[in-house]
């Protein structure tokens, strides 16, 4: 058996981030049901996680999927804005707090008014993001929210054959603060552990020896999921990190992002490598 612990870790697989084809989309009452968030080139990458799974699996000794998993009313969703007139609020709007004291954009329930300040202050402070506004995505319940199939189909495999357990990592649920990274959100809040450092699965990734990250959307989920965890890492732990850059794609306007990234990780000492190296990799040790 492989005394080597290759843990690998993807980020997001689900249908609202993936540019399906049409054949990937169920249709209900004649019309075809659309991912909410695709980013280009995610489907595909999912295709090479699961042919990462399927022909390098028996090396894996650990598969986590992180689930982004959102609330219809959200405060990253336009149903929770509108403009100051009254007018929707159009998703891919980047909103400041300054915006929201001018009264350019408010949230729908006026008396959550001071904590959405105080929530942006804090996001704006961090200086990690811009509030975004997206289109509602990921909503609890929803095919959106579902893993890629052929993703799952490749890991339900895997569990089988191994008759292990892939760890499923909820993030997301609280509708006040934006939660792109597994690990804690962008905006903890004290009320809500589920928005605070996630202790458990950052001692499961410590017990790799090696830590292979996938999924989406580069610029943005995978990003903050890498960050925070090699900012819990001691610096001699951040070399088990491998980036496979052709299992993830960033936002479309975002590629900059994504490229600062690789370049702030490669720099910190974790390495990146394509599907195809990994699987040999995985498959020589």
């Not at 804690?184 to 605070?196: F, L, M, R, S």
């Not at 699965?201 to 943005?220: C, M, N, P, V």
Request: aromatic content about 8%; some cysteine.
């Amino acid at each position: 058996m492989n005394k080597i612990k290759n843990h690998l870790v993807i980020i997001d697989p689900q249908n609202d981030f993936c540019d399906l084809p049409d054949n990937y989309c169920p249709d209900r009452a004649g019309d075809k049901t659309r991912p909410a968030l695709p980013v280009a080139g995610a489907h595909a990458d999912m295709l090479r996680v699961a042919a990462l799974i399927r022909q390098a699996g028996a090396a894996l000794t650990d598969i986590s999927v992180t689930l982004d998993s959102h609330q219809h009313l959200d405060i990253a969703h336009p149903t929770f804005w509108m403009g100051g007139d009254g007018s929707p609020v159009s998703p891919f709007t980047a909103i400041a707090a300054s915006d929201v004291r001018a009264g350019t954009y408010v949230p729908k329930q006026a008396d959550a008014l001071p904590r959405v300040l105080d929530y942006l202050d804090a996001l704006e402070k961090a200086g990690r993001y811009t509030h975004m506004v997206w289109p509602v995505h990921c909503e609890i319940g929803t095919w959106g929210h579902n893993v890629h199939d052929d993703v799952r189909m490749a890991y339900n495999a895997w569990e089988e054959a191994r008759l292990g357990i892939v760890s499923k990592v909820v993030k997301g649920t609280n509708p006040w603060t934006e939660h792109y990274s597994a690990i804690k959100a962008e905006v903890p809040d004290p009320d809500d552990a589920d928005t605070q450092l996630n202790a458990g699965f950052l001692a499961r990734l410590k017990q790799a020896d090696r830590i292979y990250i996938t999924g989406e959307a580069a610029s943005h989920c995978v990003k903050a999921t890498t960050e925070h965890i090699v900012e819990n890492f001691g610096s001699a732990e951040v070399g088990k990190l491998l980036i496979v850059t052709d299992c993830m794609s960033a936002v479309p306007g975002f590629e900059s992002q994504y490229d600062a990234f690789l370049d702030d990780m490669r720099g910190r000492g974790a390495r990146l490598a394509t599907s195809a190296e990994v699987i040999a990799e995985l498959n020589a040790a």
